[in-house]
């Protein structure tokens, strides 16, 4: 009887919160492996989060809402990274190197993937830190842009993509032109918009959804600095991110807080 207890308790665990565990072992081993597979460990991280981001919206809102999200995030994020690598609107000019595996319009099939694994916790930190609907957005918005000043150094550095006119930046983000941050702020705007409108609101944070933004958040510090090398995007993404997973985080520990103790 005893070996009983586990299975059941393993099949009471929500898929969801099975798919955040593997994305997150995911992303542990890439700094701890040699430079050549890391490739493949980035793709296979990607694929894990965006199935973790699907399970839990399918969750919350069921198969509808995993349309809506892939629709609109991957979608709408394919579109303007397509636009984008051949015009050079709105992030500026840059290019793929062609090491990230298969592409679609010019576009990596796994970056449209990157979008929907972080729209999806975006919304629900927005959604947990701002009642008004234009709030919602502009939270939303800034929680996926700040991501991108951890992500985008980290993915030139490793030689996925280049720009062609890399100046100016951030301070201590050397490499990537502040129209790139000008052009995620359009573009998540965008998403976050007719994500808010299209998927109502739930009751409560998600809990997946809040682990998986703040594990990229807390993890991301951590590797940029112990792992790649990269102290300026540590800084710079721990605070610009950080002044929406902190918030985040003291909302969520306020919720706990409050709820009723359980026998």
């Known amino acids: 009887m005893a070996l009983a207890v586990p299975s059941r308790s393993l099949r009471a665990v929500h898929p969801a919160w099975l798919l955040v565990a593997a994305a997150i072992t995911s992303q542990i081993l890439y ?13 296979a991280s990607v694929v894990l989060f965006f199935l973790a981001a699907v399970a839990d919206v399918t ?29 050079g609107f709105p992030f500026g000019a840059y290019a793929y190197s062609g090491t990230l595996g298969p592409e679609l319009l010019g576009v990596p099939v796994v970056i449209p993937l990157a979008w929907v694994m972080m729209a999806w916790p975006a919304l629900v930190v927005a959604r947990t830190l701002a009642r008004r609907p234009g709030a919602v957005v502009a939270v939303g918005a800034l929680a996926l842009t700040a991501w991108d000043v951890f992500l985008d150094p980290q993915m030139v550095d490793a030689g996925h993509w280049t720009w062609t006119h890399p100046d100016p930046g951030l301070p201590l983000v050397p490499g990537i032109p502040l129209t790139n941050y000008l052009g995620w702020l359009l573009v998540t705007t965008l998403i976050m918009a007719a994500l808010h409108m299209t998927l109502p609101p ?3 944070p998600s809990g997946p959804a809040a682990a998986l933004y703040l594990w990229v958040y807390f993890s991301s510090v951590m590797a940029h600095v112990v792992f790649f090398g990269l102290p300026g995007s540590a800084v710079m993404g721990g605070i610009l991110m950080g002044a929406i997973a ?8 306020r919720r706990r807080a409050r709820e009723p103790e359980r026998p």
């Open 202 to 204: 739930h009751d409560g």
């Open 246 to 253: 902190i918030p985040f985080t003291l909302a969520l520990l």
């Open 59 to 87: 969750r919350v809102h069921g198969g509808r809402g995993a349309v809506l999200l892939i629709t609109i995030a991957g979608g709408g994020g394919l579109l303007a990274e397509a636009v984008g690598v051949h015009t």
């Open 31 to 43: 700094p701890l492996l040699p430079d050549g597979p890391r490739t493949e460990i980035t793709t």
